[in-house]
């Protein structure tokens, strides 16, 4: 399954260049994530109420062409593994079919004490693999 969450660039999305600030393409995944977890039914406020919170742990990521100003980008997520207490998730950013940043980012379930902990079993459940 790949999660499709489509966004604007914005004017302060971008550099003195007119294209967008590299920065910017992790705050536009993380939307994303958001967003896909939001779609399958997980309250993360209720999960925080628990003791436990989704913290990155790694992002490898290639910047491939740039996006520039008031553009409609397409913020590509697929799952590509699942642990229990983390996701490994694959991530596209698209104008239209030509891509122009992709990262893999390894997200690990912390509890209250900031060590590991099992993801819970209603995302391990359904979230796809």
């Given at each position: 399954?790949t999660?499709h969450?489509?966004?604007?660039?914005?004017?302060?999305?971008?550099d003195?260049a007119?294209?967008?600030?590299?920065a910017n393409?992790?705050?536009?995944i993380?939307?994303?994530?958001?967003?896909?977890?939001?779609e399958?039914?997980?309250?993360q406020?209720?999960?925080?109420?628990e003791g436990?919170?989704?913290?990155?742990?790694?992002?490898?990521?290639?910047y491939?062409?740039?996006?520039h100003?008031?553009?409609?980008?397409d913020?590509?997520?697929?799952?590509q593994?699942?642990?229990?207490?983390?996701?490994i998730l694959?991530?596209?950013?698209?104008?239209?079919?030509t891509l122009?940043?992709?990262?893999?980012?390894?997200?690990?379930?912390?509890?209250s004490?900031?060590?590991?902990v099992?993801?819970?079993?209603?995302?391990?459940s359904?979230?796809p693999?």
């Amino acid at each position: 399954m790949t999660h499709h969450f489509p966004i604007r660039v914005y004017y302060e999305d971008t550099d003195m260049a007119g294209i967008v600030y590299y920065a910017n393409y992790l705050r536009y995944i993380e939307r994303a994530r958001s967003d896909l977890v939001r779609e399958i039914g997980i309250d993360q406020l209720a999960m925080k109420a628990e003791g436990i919170v989704f913290a990155v742990r790694r992002v490898e990521a290639d910047y491939l062409a740039p996006a520039h100003f008031d553009e409609v980008l397409d913020v590509r997520t697929r799952v590509q593994g699942i642990t229990p207490a983390r996701m490994i998730l694959a991530q596209e950013v698209r104008r239209d079919e030509t891509l122009l940043f992709n990262a893999i980012v390894t997200i690990a379930s912390i509890g209250s004490t900031g060590k590991p902990v099992r993801l819970p079993a209603k995302l391990r459940s359904i979230m796809p693999a």
